[in-house]
Structure formats: structure tokens, C-alpha cells
């Protein structure tokens, strides 16, 4: 038999079978009514429970899960150390050498950036912004207030004096 009419003949095969065979997982034994999630109990409260945002304005009146104190703030600058200074620099005054290859990071101490409330803030970490990710993997509500925390006592530079 010529390759053509095998083909064919591996066609017309195919088609009498049905689709069955082809639709992988498209029919499973379950999906049934016992598939679909039950409502939590009344009453009961997610395990490490965060405020659902859905934009950073949304996240303007959220208030601090906890006052600010030394202990946060140093928490927060040993965090800011290792996922922040990348493009933020060490200091938070921008120039971190991610800025070569990304759009470059602001001085965190610009007071544009620190007029915003303090949820805001939390909020740039947890949904990212413009340009900056999404921070927030493997940050509890503590890790964040810290950050936050960190980011409040970023004073901007003083302004440079020209020659
Ligand atoms: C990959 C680079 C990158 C990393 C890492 C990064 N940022 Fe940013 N960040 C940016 C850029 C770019 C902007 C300015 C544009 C924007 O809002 O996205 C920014 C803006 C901000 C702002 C100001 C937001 C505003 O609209 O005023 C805050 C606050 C901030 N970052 C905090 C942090 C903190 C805290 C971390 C660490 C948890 C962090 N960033 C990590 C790139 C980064």
C-alpha cells in the first residue's frame, strides 16, 4: 500500500473511533456535586490571613498591623537587605545595579514616595507597581509591616551642591 493511502486509511480509522481515546482529561470520574468546595464554617478564619487588594489605592486607608518600633525597623533592613537593595540600593536611595537592565528604581526617600500612607507602601510590596514585581513571596503580614516600617525612615538626600 502506497504512504498516502495508509494515511487515509489512518484517517478514516480515526474518525470512525470517536474521540474518546484523544480527549486526554477532558472526562474525569469526578467533577461531580461532591467536587465543588464547601463555604468555610461560620466563624472561621483563614491561617495567615491577609487583606484582600486588588489595587494599591484600595490599600490607602489599611491601617499598621503593629506600631513601628527599632526592633521592626532592623527586622525590616535585614529584609530590605536581601530583596530590595537590588534595585533600590543599599541605602534605598536607588542605583542598585538591577537599574542598568530594568527602569531604574527611585530613592525611596523622594517625598513623593513618602507622602503616601503607610498601606500604599504595603501595597507597592504586595501587588508591585508600574514597573516594579511583585514582592511579597514568602513574606508573612509581620515581614511586610517591617518592610513598610524600614521604608519610613528612608530620609531623602540632601540636595547635591554644584561646584
Ligand atoms: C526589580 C527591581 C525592584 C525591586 C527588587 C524592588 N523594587 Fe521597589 N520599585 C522599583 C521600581 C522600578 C519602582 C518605580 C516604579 C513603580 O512604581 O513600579 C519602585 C517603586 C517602589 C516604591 C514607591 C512606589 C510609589 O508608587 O510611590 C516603594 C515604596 C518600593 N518600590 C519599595 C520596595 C521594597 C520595600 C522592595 C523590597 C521588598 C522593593 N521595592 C523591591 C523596582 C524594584
Redesign the pocket.
Known sequence: MSPKALAALATVACMACGNDWRTDMWFQPGGGLHSIARPEPEGSIPMNARPHLDD?DEAESLKEAFPTDTASVARGKA??TD??I???GSE?HGG?P??RY?????D?G?P??QS?PDG??YA??VL??????V?REG?SQTDLWD??H??RTIKPLPPKVLP
Not at 102 to 106: D, G, I, K, N, Q
Request: proline content about 11%; glycine content about 14%.
Open positions: 494599591r529584609l530590605f530583596r530590595c537590588s534595585c533600590h534605598g542598585g538591577v537599574g530594568f527602569p531604574p528604581a527611585p525611596l523622594y513623593a514616595i503616601h500604599y507602601i507597592t510590596i508591585g507597581g508600574r514597573a516594579m514585581p514582592m513574606l518592610l513598610v524600614l521604608v
